[in-house]
């Protein structure tokens, strides 16, 4: 079974829309990110969390807000999705070692029309 | 600020052939440093990652990539290139400690040629 495992794999909604992604790890990491995918821009840090009760804004977290519900799941919520909010997303996990390695789950590719 | 630049967005290469493909970093002190690669429809899996020693390190599927601090590089190298590599791989740094930003270059879309 995978580490960390995303809901949905796929998403077509319309504009004005409130949608939530899901992510759950088995990992046992207290860290966990959400990123999104754009081509050619590689990906960009949305929001983190180093515990249930520590969440932090990325580069990108307008538009978007995020809950720890519990160590393993951490979900995405797009209060009002507009077209330019179409991407893939991802979530990540690490771990505490000095290098902080980031493990990601398969992604969720999200269309606004 | 910490960056990674990745100076090929698409190489070409056939089958059998060796591949390099290059990374460089902007950090003061020395960085953590990682290749992922996404295969089409994928995530992003880790193929390697430095952060100190041996400034040659090995990684799955064959990969491997060197830390050249004098040079701010950590290009990726595989001697033979097989159809499956077929890819976009992606090197990123960490700065390390409480940081907790992983910084990602543009990415590197590789095409396998039979």
């Known amino acids: 079974d995978a580490d960390v495992t995303q809901t949905p794999r796929n998403r077509i909604t319309k504009t004005g829309k409130r949608i939530m992604l899901e992510c759950s790890q088995t990992?046992?990491?207290?860290?966990m990110y959400w990123y999104r995918q754009d081509p050619g821009l590689g990906l960009r840090l949305i929001y983190y969390?180093?515990?249930?009760?520590?969440?932090n804004k990325g580069e990108i977290s307008d538009g978007y807000s995020v809950s720890r519900q519990a160590q393993a799941k951490f979900s995405l919520s797009l209060e009002s999705a507009i077209p330019n909010q179409t991407a893939l997303y991802f979530c990540?996990?690490?771990?505490?070692?000095?290098?902080?390695?980031?493990?990601f789950g398969p992604g969720t590719r999200l269309t606004v029309l | 600020a910490q960056s990674v630049t990745q100076p090929d967005i698409h190489i070409t290469v056939s089958e059998g052939a060796s591949l390099e493909l290059r990374c460089n970093y902007s950090?003061?002190?020395?960085?953590?440093l990682f290749w992922y690669v996404q295969s089409p429809g994928q995530g992003l899996q880790l193929l390697l990652k430095?952060?100190?020693?041996?400034?040659l390190v090995q990684g799955i599927k064959g990969f491997e990539a060197e830390f050249k601090r004098s040079q701010s590089s950590f290009n990726l190298r595989k001697p033979s290139v097989h159809w499956s590599d077929a890819a976009e791989y992606f090197c990123?740094?960490?700065?390390?400690?409480?940081?907790?930003?992983?910084?990602f270059g543009k990415g590197t879309l590789l095409t396998v040629n039979p």
């Open positions: 990540a996990t690490s771990d505490r070692t000095p290098t902080d390695t980031q493990y």
């Open positions: 990992k046992g990491h207290d860290r």
């Open positions: 969390s180093f515990d249930v009760k520590d969440i």
């Open positions: 950090y003061g002190a020395t960085p953590y």
């Open positions: 430095y952060f100190s020693g041996d400034t």
């Open positions: 990123a740094v960490n700065s390390g400690g409480s940081n907790y930003k992983l910084t």
